[in-house]
């Protein structure tokens, strides 16, 4: 027995466990997020040992992958090179020979109490103790959470989450009926606050968690039970802090609480009633507990010669881009380009700009990011909806507010009450009764003539033509107008030779009966497509007073420039230009789409189709409604280049690289690089990895077969089948084709071309790039003058 538990606070215990759960964003906005965000300040090696250990997730590819790699993808060289990078003391033959082998099982992984009662008492009806607890805690969280006016929940904290599943627990017979014995009056012993509960179960537990790194492993696991839930609640917490109304109790430590409270009536259970097998399993924890950093530091050795595959596996696709960059002849710069089009930087967009700058010399395509700078939400006319329109990271400060009246309106709140009345158990049977023949309009439209859906919220939105943006509720002046503008255009790093035609090109997907239709749009407009954004920034633009107002800020828009808003529909390679004139660059437009189609087409096992085909090909997936793929998202992403576009011009990036502009000479203090760096390069690297978790680690961060989803709560999340845990991440369906895996799992890889001394000082100050780069969860290339490469190590520049 250690007897410096003592010292022990479960409360503080719980809350630091809490910290390490990633938020999991509802289906409504799904913003792509690094599962592992909040453990960035530890290397990626130690924060997977410590997952292996906890969850059984290694969040590395199995043997077979890499096997499967080797000498096709992955050759001799690459591994020598990961050798050498981790100074490892393995060889390329024991590394080869020890792939040959069978994937072996981590000599520890952590049990929590219920999974040692399955294996040591098991419940006398059979069922299992740990799938119990993770159901009733489920299917009440989810209960909670879809009808909040049942719990008085609007606006409650983790607090009342704890209270409101101890009143219903105590009195859930059902508990009994599956597992065979009879919990209510422990349940009733309950503290009926949380703090009291944290008293208790410091009482209870002190001695079995012995110190503190084993006491925060037992919650960490006892959280890995839920993880989805978990980040559901640390969505909540996330939303708060962003609004500065931070809970006094977070939601995530409720959740801790009802696990800490399971398991504490487990095992009093367990005591009065088995008490040799209470007494065999508390020594079984405790050992556990003791021996905590040891296994972490065993599971880290057993999984090096697998992060040396996976570095291999990278090298293989960063090798041949650092040769291509270092190849290129710049493309020269126009000194007036045509036709300007900026893009959002997601990967889709590479494509197309190839496609559209091939139509034309004259042509010139630029990356910013696809809320285009406008750190807005959407508000409708009558106020009922508002919605973020920037990335997840973020707040609104500013409120885009549609100032024309739609009859449609009528429309949409129509189609959105239908809904929700088909959804709710007390009105969905006569629902469809009452409007069975009605729907049978509908049913025809998709099933025959493949109309497709669209957003109501969208649609409504579509026809609005003017803007007025509020800050505080108050309305912008020209000065502060004219302020964001010009900071916009300078951060494009366009605004010293504008076109005479710009188009603000935001994107968004076209899907049919899609529950994740949110995670193709645009994740820099919180989920949502970008067609608010460059809606907004196109009218403040092309407005007389605020170009006037612009020359306080060194900006000048020539007169004869007129800007245009944009959309790429990134499923159909539609291009819809709002208020478009009939222009001759209108034809490049069209013939830009063909080729991005017909290019396309490889992906879906169609390469030889023409034209025509394409269209139609690329239309059905978009309108058909049993279609689980309609396109491949973000798939393949590898890599984020921040330069001039005439660098990468030349280059073919297949659709794996996010293209960033920008332009060191026109950034002297380095201001606009270190936005970049602290904002636009978050981003991608939370939508790098969290395609990454989704294939190699789906079980805890992927969410499944599609085909067996359940919508909870109408926006929260889903489930698999009927219960168990929130499911979170991407689907199968999204990352696999049936037969292999669209998306290769790569940690992206920062291709920049600026000063190696900038980007040390942005380094320096900035603790959450520092902590990406020295912990490997992302790789930095710097691009000098003469185009010499330069990898970043832990503050050392490696020539390339």
């Known amino acids: 027995m250690i007897d410096h538990a003592t010292s022990l606070d479960a409360r503080a215990i719980a809350l630091r466990a809490s910290a390490a759960i990633a938020p999991a964003f509802p289906l409504d906005q799904s913003v792509a997020v690094n599962p592992w965000w909040p ?7 130690q924060t997977f040992a410590e997952q292996a250990v906890l969850s059984g997730i290694t969040g590395l590819m199995p043997k077979s992958y890499y096997r499967n790699h080797w000498q096709q993808q992955i050759q001799p060289a690459h591994l020598t090179q990961a050798i050498a990078e981790a100074q490892s003391p393995l060889s390329q033959t024991q590394l080869v020979d020890e792939l040959q082998q069978s994937d072996s099982e981590l000599s520890m992984r952590w049990k929590t109490l219920a999974l040692m009662m399955d294996e040591a008492n098991p419940s006398p009806q059979g069922h299992s103790w740990a799938q119990e607890v993770v159901q009733q805690v489920s299917q009440f969280i989810a209960l909670y959470h879809q009808y909040p006016e049942r719990f008085e929940a609007d606006g409650k904290n983790g607090e009342h989450l704890y209270q409101s599943w101890l009143e219903v627990v105590s009195r859930d017979k059902g508990i009994k009926t599956l597992l065979g014995v009879d919990l209510l009056r422990y349940f009733r012993a309950l503290p009926g606050d949380i703090d009291g509960l944290f008293n208790e179960v410091t009482t209870h537990w002190q001695a079995t968690w012995a110190h503190q790194a084993g006491a925060e492993a037992s919650v960490r696991a006892t959280l890995q039970q839920l993880s989805g839930w978990a980040g559901w609640q640390a969505w909540l917490d996330w939303q708060a802090t962003l609004a500065h109304k931070t ?10 609480a009802i696990l800490l409270a ?7 259970w367990l005591e009065q009633q088995h008490a040799a097998v209470a007494e065999k399993l508390q020594q079984q924890l405790q050992q556990q507990a003791v021996n905590i950093e040891a296994a972490y530091a065993l599971a880290k050795q057993q999984l090096a010669p697998l992060w040396l595959w996976q570095r291999a596996f990278e090298l293989s696709v960063q090798t041949p881009w650092l040769q291509q960059v270092n190849a290129v002849t710049p493309a020269a710069q126009l000194a007036r380009p045509e036709l300007q089009a900026i893009f959002c930087i997601d990967v889709r967009s590479e494509p197309m700009r190839r496609a559209l700058e091939a139509q034309s010399d004259k042509i010139e395509t630029l990356g910013f990011a696809g809320f285009f700078g406008i750190p807005i939400a959407y508000q409708n006319n009558d106020g009922s909806i508002l919605r973020p329109q920037l990335p997840g990271l973020l707040a609104p400060n500013l409120v885009a507010k549609q100032t024309q009246k739609r009859p449609e309106r009528i429309f949409r709140l129509t189609q959105l009450g239908w809904q929700n009345s088909l959804e709710k158990p007390s009105s969905n049977l006569g629902m469809v009764e009452a409007g069975g023949l009605l729907k049978l309009i509908s049913l025809f439209q998709r099933v025959v003539l493949q109309h497709g859906t669209d957003n109501p919220v969208n649609r409504d939105l579509r026809h609005n033509q003017q803007w007025l943006l509020t800050r505080a509720q108050q309305p912008l002046t020209v000065s502060e107008k004219a302020e964001l503008a010009a900071s916009i255009l300078k951060a494009m790093g366009i605004a010293p030779r504008l076109a005479k ?24 407009c919180g989920g949502q497509t970008g067609e608010v954004n460059v809606k907004v920034l196109a009218e403040l633009l092309n407005d007389q007073d605020v170009r006037t107002a612009m020359a306080a800020f060194d900006v000048a828009v020539p007169s004869d420039t007129t800007f245009y808003a944009a959309m790429h529909n990134t499923t159909t390679d539609e291009f819809t230009v709002f208020n478009a004139p009939n222009a001759p660059w209108r034809d490049w437009l069209y013939a830009a789409s063909l080729q991005a189609r017909m290019n396309r087409g490889a992906q879906f096992d169609a390469p030889h189709i023409n034209a025509t085909q394409a269209s139609r090909f690329f ?22 280049f921040i330069a001039p576009r005439n660098l990468t011009r030349q280059l073919d990036f297949a659709g794996r690289a996010f293209l960033h502009e920008y332009h060191v000479s026109q950034d002297p203090e380095f201001s606009q690089l270190e936005k970049i760096l602290t904002a636009p390069l978050l981003v991608m690297n939370w939508i790098n990895l969290q395609y990454y978790a989704s294939v190699t680690a789906p079980e805890k961060y992927g969410s499944g077969n599609k085909l067996l989803h359940n919508v909870v709560g109408g926006h929260i999340g889903v489930f698999e089948g009927n219960g168990g845990d929130l499911r979170i991440g991407l689907s199968q369906q999204s990352v696999h084709d049936g037969k292999q895996y669209r998306h290769q799992p790569i940690r992206l890889s920062a291709y920049i071309q600026a000063p190696k001394q900038a980007l040390a000082a942005i380094i320096a100050r900035q603790p959450d790039v520092a902590a990406l780069l020295d912990n490997q969860w992302l790789f930095l290339y710097q691009l000098d003058e003469q185009q010499q490469l330069w990898r970043y190590q832990q503050g050392e520049w490696l020539a390339q």
Not at 628 to 638: F, I, Q, S, V, Y
């Open 262 to 268: 399971w398991d504490t009536v487990l095992m009093q």
């Open 501 to 524: 035609t710009v188009l603000l090109t935001g994107h968004g997907s076209q899907t049919c009966n899609n529950h994740t239709a949110s995670s193709l749009d645009c994740g820099a």
């Open 247 to 256: 809970a006094k109790v977070p939601h995530v430590l409720g959740l801790a």
């Open 39 to 45: 453990q960035r300040q530890q290397s990626i090696q």
């Open 619 to 640: 239309k059905g997936r978009a309108t058909n409604w049993a279609q689980m793929r309609p396109e491949w998202g973000l798939c393949n992403n590898a890599a984020v």
